[in-house]
Structures are given as C-alpha cells and as structure tokens.
C-alpha cells in the first residue's frame, strides 16, 4: 500500500443557463498497492481485460460501491476503472482494473 489514491465520481452539473460543466467529487482518499501491466502469469490470466493496464488493490471502503464510472487519480495520473471486484470474496479488499484516461478533458 504505497501509493495515496483519490477515488473520484464526476458528476454533470447543469448552471441556470442550460449549460453542463463535468465536476470532480473526491469520494475516498485511501492508500493502495498499484501493479502496472507487465508479462506475467496473473497478466496473461486477465487476457479478457486487454485494454486495462494498471491494477489498485486497496482494502474496502465501507458504504462505498466501487463503480465503473469512477476515476482514481494517483500521482501518475487518471483511470478510468473499466471493473471492480472483491479479492477473494473476503470483502477485506478490493481490486480495481484501470486504463490511463486521455488528456483531451473527457474524463
């Protein structure tokens, strides 16, 4: 658990001119142990998620359900989280598949 995390929903909001601006609404700030994609066994295994390139694992945050909308946001940059799962189905941990997000303001 070395990297500090921020987990992050954004959310649109419509101003009283019609107009939709995205903000980011910080849900967690946690630490997590964070593997990016290498040539592996556990890698060749998660073949189904060949656009995902970096995993954070992080223990449950309780009343919060991890979802594919989010974004984690660490000091090497945005994630889009494409799945989330319980790591072993212990509900200790869980386990966040991650692709870098564009630059280009999307997300």
């Known amino acids: ?6 987990i992050i929903e954004p959310r ?3 101003d009283s001119s019609g107009f939709v601006t995205v903000h980011d609404v910080v849900l967690a700030s946690v630490r997590a142990y964070k593997e990016e994609r290498h040539a ?7 073949a189904a ?3 995902a390139t970096v995993i954070f694992q992080f223990r449950k945050i309780p ?3 991890i979802k594919a909308d989010y974004v984690i946001v660490c000091d090497t940059g945005r994630y889009r989280i494409l799945s989330a799962e ?3 189905n212990r509900k200790m941990y869980t386990e966040a598949l991650c692709d870098k997000a564009e630059i280009n303001g999307t997300i």
């Not at 658990?1 to 921020?6: A, P, R």
């Not at 592996?40 to 998660?46: H, I, K, P, T, V």
């Open 86 to 88: 319980d790591v072993k």
């Open 63 to 65: 009343n919060l359900g």
């Open 49 to 51: 998620f060949s656009k």
């Open 1 to 6: 658990m070395t990297t500090f995390i921020d």
């Open 12 to 14: 649109k909001i419509k």
């Open 40 to 46: 592996s066994r556990a890698w060749a295994n998660r």
